[in-house]
């Protein structure tokens, strides 16, 4: 659970803070210490634990901090730029500014980046970027230009990545947002250019990034409130191919603030985020930890003075300006639990919480992925964005458009692309609206049966029933066993007449024949497992040449067949309503499936476990409740045809030995426990012992 | 840390009594549980479910029904027709009254804890007031044809239900009669069985009546018009108990299978108003008959012949997950039950009507850890005392040196000489015993055994000379004005010159034996005393509290001691927090000053004061023998408690010499085995 504890203030020595606030706080070589450059003229080296300076540095009457201070962390220099060119190092021995190391630099620098375990690097306005040391070693060597004109650097970060330095930076022209991405082992710059989706109207306020495996996390805070996360590959798939790539934004947490005001957003650490910025438009500035996994407010705490929007985090310290004080508030975070999650939202304690989390809504679901809430504005939207720009669509809302007149191999293609993207929260109602959509085509276009496509959706084991309902429908209509059985797997809630019905068909001849041809396509859509259950039995069969019940024990049906029926065999059902549905079976079927669950008992039995050979095979229990179903529904019928005669004979014989062993076994019970009573006094004879016992 | 040769005793046979009813007192948390002997005990459950007052039983008086009434007053009602109120400071019964009904089965307070509703066997149903001193009978319902089994009154205290043999009723409160008699179906999965007993009815405030009955069924009545609702049939056997939560959303009852059912009020689709009952969790923590249960704002409590009492917090109402929503058992009771004599090396073992006591073996051989040693001499029972009268004996004390004993029931006090000579031992009771002493709380002897110590029900304290054969009354202290909380721990100091004496709630009172004065008061804490100790030459005082909070206070300096305030400081380990038994018995080594020896029902820890306190990260309980580890690890890791918990549950555990201890064990296996055998279930087949 997040928590902040009790801020604290550090002061001594007054801020020149103007109405930008500070500069910057970056941390130093030595835990504990930051620098702080206010946006006049002053660098202070703040203790953080003591709340005291411990140096301070001025540039002259007349010049300007134009980027904050940094330490190097190689050498334990620091080093400031002034008047957009001039650079200054020094050390904590140094005094006086004016007479430390000068370098004056060829074009304007935008910010300098350092982070533990690497060189500094300096980011020029232009968007170049050069090595300390190397600029140093030729202060006035060319700059080349990177970025457009009128295109002007936003924010920046500086990581490692893989022991190896990235800088991602990013820029902004006519409310277009660009992220570069460069490396410095390949030196290769990627551009990306940030989608907004529909939200085309807001601005960002303020970025944050962090490192997420083999991408860069790049949350930003938009002036509509909500949190939006774009993932950037660190290493481009194309490193060659310099054009411009696309990154979509999604939603990560809506209306944490209200706009219009300066907000400010740092990630903490995977799941939690720091936002500073009012909670609705009249109240005051508040510093809020959300969980962005289980879209939780964790805790927040009210600045009634006003923050200058601006907000720093480094280790466990949380810099702000609060008024004109610079103010730190610790903070900590233990392994976040979902009831440690949830368990703070149910009391709302705080005066900030009133903006209610936004959860995914299963009801409201049916619409395409949006997340937006008033649906008469998003057809409004999509209208526009249809007409005008096309890249803006959700990936979704295009599949969705490709399903309506594309081929069935080139909706194959975009679907596979589709599923390679992230999921997002709504993945699932997401991948449902494909199914429909194109259960949808189906219907109006008999000709149409996109069987890979579906197959694999179904295979993406986000699937039910209730999700896309027309599916095993149509499954039936085409007789797609394959399908069928997939879904059978798959679906936690088949309706029983559904499963019925796959049952019927299952036992049709028609089945059996197009079984016999198929087969090859049947054996890579996840069938093998279940034959070789089969196979195995069949194996095992001829390994027992003394076998005397030879005719009942080979299978009734063929490893397909079987295969198709362990699937209806593992499906969940309620008696009541499944019994009225097997009364509809012909009585043919019935007698084949009864004597191949017949069959799989005496496999079972056959075995110490009492259990079948295969990967998952069906359980005893579920045998015998079948048995039970079937006989339960169809016992007129079965008993008035002469083939079940010898079936129902041998299962009568097998109930009748079961009923016996019970009640021998209920008879001995008595003696079980007395044999397990003089066992325990065994171990409990000794009502007096003395013995030896060392504490350690 | 030393070896010790343990003396592992598992004859002391105890059984406790079966729980009969639970009453829980929304208002102060407590929980009032009363046993099939008549014991009536007193748990805070804000005091991690601390037992701290007990009423002791009596033969005739066998409770059938408890109830609070009045925010704190406690009655109780029984077979024997009478009906009882507890005095909850003086620990005595304030008074009985004989409700002229025979035998009563069942007893509710009124809503608004005025009235008091008694069931009998005679078929009515009578009314108390309950006034500021005693209760008075007001009036007498229509009698029904057999038994009121069980009771239940409208939240409004308009109606009552009463629930008999075969039928429910609907008391109008006003007039007194019947306005509805709902006939319960004796069919029980289509057996007629002979009859069907209402064991418990519960009114709730929309009308609706909740039977549970012997043929297994929980059914639900409106009482409006007297006709069925619904039928749960949760039990093969009998459903003995019920209880409804305050806010009606939930109720739980219990069966005589040992399984306690949860029943919710929930909405019957997501967001509809329509709600209905559902039977939501099956809790299987009993072996034996439910006998009841009662339901406080976040647990379920249930208790039954299988003699635990069972408190499952619901996980749903519990804010926070921490220790507190954690399972309870609670089988042996919270006070010492053995006292030992270190000369002599006996044991006295207290039962509810008669003692026994026991002289342990020896043995000549020596070992090494874990071993068994062999017996040169077996333990013996020398002398088994029984008790005169129905009276349950409610505390007992053997002298250090071996020739007293002392003991008390609720109406007399009996102390007795016992002369060893060779093997023969000859018992002879002191006579004339004054008539102050009666139903003492606690009893004490001087570690010389010149001095007897006895904390009456009254918060006196009296000291007596012993004497060869006969004694003399020294001094009593009186109760601190305006008090009359009794004492129920007492310690004594090893020179003798300090007398420590706990009450339930007040701190601990130090008194000056020589002097006789008080000496001073350790400052009030939260939370009650578990165990009191005086330490050896330093005299301090050692408590343990029932949130597992150990105190060392000086006597002569008047103070905390430096030891207990760092570890106040520092605080404990999070797991010696989290255990949940009390400290029941605190005793020192004579030779090592640094050395504190105490336990609870699940182990027994040595605290060395000179050793560094263990903190969060340390590891508290190693039982591996340090192998292979160096002399400066071991020094490293080594902290403050030394945990044994091999032997449990453990009842007592006290150091006869340097080198001896004496623990003895009550294993559960052995407790089950004595009850009677629980419903049948077939195991095999249908």
């Not at chain 1, 021995?93 to 004016?98: K, T, Y």
């Not at chain 2, 519990?318 to 507190?324: F, G």
């Given at each position: 659970m997040a928590a902040l504890e009790e801020e604290f203030t550090l002061s001594g020595v007054p801020l020149g803070t103007g109405p930008d606030g500070l500069l910057g706080v970056e941390q130093c070589d030595k835990t504990d210490q930051f620098l702080i450059t206010d946006s006049g003229r002053t660098v202070i080296l703040y203790k953080v634990s003591d709340q005291k300076p411990l140096g301070s540095w001025s540039v002259k009457q007349g010049q300007v901090i134009t980027c904050p201070a940094v330490c190097n962390f190689q050498t334990g220099e620091y080093i400031v730029v002034h008047d957009s060119k001039v650079l200054r190092l020094w050390t904590n021995?140094?005094?006086?500014?004016?007479k430390v190391f000068k370098a004056t630099l060829s074009a304007e620098v935008y910010r300098i980046l350092s982070i533990p375990g690497t060189e500094p690097l300096v980011l020029f306005k232009e968007g170049a970027v050069r090595g300390l040391e190397a600029l140093l070693a030729e202060p006035q060597q060319k700059i080349e230009t990177v970025i457009s004109d009128e295109e002007v650097i936003k924010w920046t970060k500086f990581f490692m990545v893989f022991r190896h330095p990235a800088l991602i930076f990013i820029t902004e022209k006519h409310g277009n947002y660009f992220a570069y991405v460069q490396k410095f082992n390949s030196s290769v710059v990627s551009k990306y250019t940030l989608l907004l989706g529909q939200e085309e109207k807001s601005v960002i306020q303020s970025f944050t990034a962090s490192l997420c495996r083999k991408f860069i996390s790049l949350m930003s805070l938009s002036s509509d409130g909500c949190i939006y996360e774009s993932l950037i590959p660190i290493h481009p798939s194309d490193p060659e191919n310099n054009q411009l790539q696309r990154v979509v934004r999604s939603l990560l947490?809506?209306?944490v603030v209200s706009g219009n005001a300066r907000n400010a957003l740092s990630v903490l650490d995977q799941d939690h985020v720091a936002v500073l910025g009012p909670p609705l438009p009249a109240s005051k500035e508040c510093l809020s930890i959300w969980n962005t996994k289980f879209q939780t407010l964790q805790i927040s705490k009210e600045l009634p003075q006003g923050t200058s929007g601006q907000l720093w985090y480094y280790g466990e310290h949380l810099f702000m300006l609060h008024g004109k004080i610079l103010t730190v508030i610790p903070y900590k975070c233990e392994m976040s639990s979902l009831a440690g999650a949830l368990g703070k939202l149910k009391h709302g304690q705080d005066p900030g919480t009133q903006t209610m989390p936004h959860f995914v809504n299963w009801e409201a679901s049916q619409g395409l992925g949006s997340q937006n809430s008033e649906p008469s504005k998003r057809i409004l939207r999509r209208r526009k964005i249809e007409a005008s720009?096309?890249?803006?669509?959700p990936a979704s809302q295009q599949l969705l458009s490709t399903i309506k007149k594309d081929s069935e191999k080139h909706i194959e293609i975009e679907l596979r692309k589709f599923l390679a993207i992230k999921r997002t929260p709504d993945f699932h109602t997401v991948i449902g609206d494909i199914v429909i959509g194109l259960l949808g085509r189906c219907k109006t276009e008999p000709s149409f049966y996109p069987r890979n496509s579906l197959m694999q959706l179904v295979q993406m084991h986000v699937l039910s029933y209730s999700l896309c309902p027309g599916l095993m429908e149509v499954a039936l209509e085409k007789t797609d066993v394959e399908m069928l059985q997939l879904c059978l797997q798959q679906f936690p809630d088949i309706p029983e007449a559904v499963t019925c019905a796959c049952l019927k068909m299952f036992l049709s001849d028609a089945v059996q024949e197009e079984k016999m041809e198929e087969q090859t396509g049947i054996l890579q859509n996840g069938f093998n497992p279940e034959e070789d259950n089969c196979d195995n039995c069949d194996k095992e069969l001829s390994e027992k040449p003394q076998n005397t019940i030879e005719e009942t024990t080979s299978c009734p049906v063929i490893p397909k067949r079987a295969a198709l029926l362990n699937a209806v065999l593992h499906s969940a059902y309620s008696e009541t309503f499944l019994l009225p549905h097997l009364k509809d079976i012909p009585a043919q079927h019935i007698t084949l499936f009864l004597q191949y669950l017949y069959f799989l008992y005496l496999k079972c039995s056959e075995s110490a476990t009492m259990t079948l050979p295969g990967i998952h095979p069906p359980t005893l229990n579920q045998i015998m409740d079948w048995i039970c179903l079937l006989l339960d529904a169809n016992f007129t019928v079965v008993v008035m045809i002469p083939e079940a005669k010898s079936l129902l004979l041998s299962l009568y014989k097998f109930v009748k030995s079961q009923i016996c062993i019970c009640s021998e076994l209920n008879k001995i019970e008595v003696s079980f426990r007395e044999l397990q009573k003089l066992n325990q006094e065994k171990n409990n004879r000794e009502l007096y012992s003395i013995e030896v016992l060392e504490l350690f | 840390m030393g070896e010790f040769k343990v003396h592992r005793v598992r004859f002391f046979n105890y059984v406790p009594s079966g729980i009969r009813c639970v009453a829980y007192n929304n208002q102060s948390n407590r929980l009032a549980v009363s046993r099939t002997d008549g014991t009536v005990e007193i748990y805070n459950l804000s005091a991690n479910y601390f037992q701290e007052k007990f009423f002791p039983g009596h033969e005739s008086r066998a409770t059938e029904a408890l109830c609070w009434a009045k925010g704190q007053r406690l009655f109780s009602a029984g077979l024997n027709g009478e009906i009882i109120e507890y005095d909850l400071q003086a620990l005595n019964i304030k008074y009985s009254m004989d409700a002229f009904g025979g035998p009563i089965w069942s007893m509710a307070a009124s809503p608004s804890g005025s009235q008091l509703l008694v069931g009998c066997e005679d078929g009515s149903v009578k009314l108390f007031q309950i006034n500021p001193d005693k209760i008075q009978f007001e009036r007498n319902f229509d009698r029904q044809k057999s038994r009121i089994l069980s009771l239940s009154w409208h939240p409004s205290g308009t109606h009552i239900a009463a629930g008999s043999i075969d039928c429910i009723s609907v008391f109008d409160v006003k007039s007194g009669s019947a306005i509805h008699k709902m006939h319960v179906d004796r069919q029980y999965m289509g057996v007629s069985k002979r009859k069907c007993i209402i064991w418990g009815v519960a009114f709730l405030s929309d009308g609706t009546v909740i039977s549970v009955d012997s043929a297994g069924k929980v059914q639900f009545w409106d009482s409006a018009t007297g006709t069925l609702v619904k039928t749960h049939l949760v039990a093969n056997a009998d459903v003995q108990s019920i209880a409804v939560s305050d806010q009606e959303d939930s109720f739980v009852v219990g069966t005589a299978e040992g399984t306690v059912f949860h029943f919710q009020l929930v909405s019957v689709t997501s967001n509809s108003s329509e709600k209905q009952w559902v039977r939501t969790k099956p809790f299987q923590h009993h072996t034996h008959d439910v006998r009841t249960v009662a339901h406080s704002p976040t647990a379920l409590i249930s208790g039954g012949t299988d003699t635990h009492l069972v408190i499952r917090p619901l996980m749903e109402k519990?804010?926070?997950?921490?220790?507190?929503a954690a399972l309870r058992k609670i089988t042996f009771p919270h006070r010492r039950l053995i006292s030992c004599s270190k000369k002599r090396q006996l044991l006295l073992f207290q039962f509810s009507h008669h003692l026994d006591l026991w002289r342990l073996g020896s043995t000549v051989a020596t070992g090494k850890h874990g071993d068994t040693l062999p017996l040169s001499k077996d333990a013996d029972h020398l002398l088994h005392l029984k008790t005169k009268g129905p009276e349950n004996i409610i505390c007992s004390c053997l002298s250090p040196c071996g020739s007293w004993i002392a003991y008390a029931t609720a109406s007399r006090f009996f102390l007795c000489r016992l002369n060893y000579e060779h093997d023969n031992i000859s018992l002879h009771r002191v006579s004339k015993m004054p008539a102050f002493l009666r139903s003492a709380v606690q009893i004490l002897f001087s570690e010389d055994s010149t001095k007897l110590f006895v904390a009456s029900n009254q918060g006196s304290l009296h000291i007596f000379r012993l004497l060869e054969g006969s004694f003399k009354h020294l001094h009593t202290f009186q109760a601190q004005s305006g008090t009359v909380e009794s004492m129920c721990l007492l310690a004594v100091s090893p020179d003798g010159n300090w007398l420590a004496a706990s009450g339930t709630s007040a701190g601990v009172h130090v008194y000056n034996v020589k002097r006789l004065k008080l000496h001073c008061t350790v400052p009030a804490y939260n939370f009650p005393v578990t165990a009191l100790a005086i330490a050896p030459k330093t005299n301090n005082l050692v408590i343990a509290h029932s949130d597992q909070q150990i105190f060392e206070y000086s006597i002569p300096d008047k103070q905390y001691t430096e030891w207990s305030r760092t570890i106040q400081k520092q605080g404990f380990h999070y797991l010696w927090l989290q255990?949940?038994?009390?400290?029941t018995h605190i005793s020192f080594h004579p030779k090592r000053p640094m050395h504190i020896l105490l336990h609870d029902a699940y182990m027994f820890c040595i605290i060395d004061k000179s050793l560094p306190l263990p903190n969060d990260k340390t590891l508290l309980y190693n039982p591996l023998p340090p192998t292979n580890e160096s002399d400066v690890i071991r020094r490293r890791t080594a902290h403050a408690f030394k945990i044994s918990?091999?032997?449990?549950?453990?009842l007592f555990m006290d150091l006869l010499d340097e080198r001896t201890l004496v623990a003895v064990e009550r294993p559960l296996d052995d407790i089950i085995a004595q009850l009677p055998p629980p419903i049948k279930k077939k195991k095999f087949g249908t």
């Open positions: 021995e140094d005094v006086n500014l004016d947490l809506k209306t720009v096309q890249p803006e669509v | 519990v804010e926070v997950k921490n220790y507190d255990r949940d038994t009390p400290i918990k091999r032997y449990k549950p453990l």
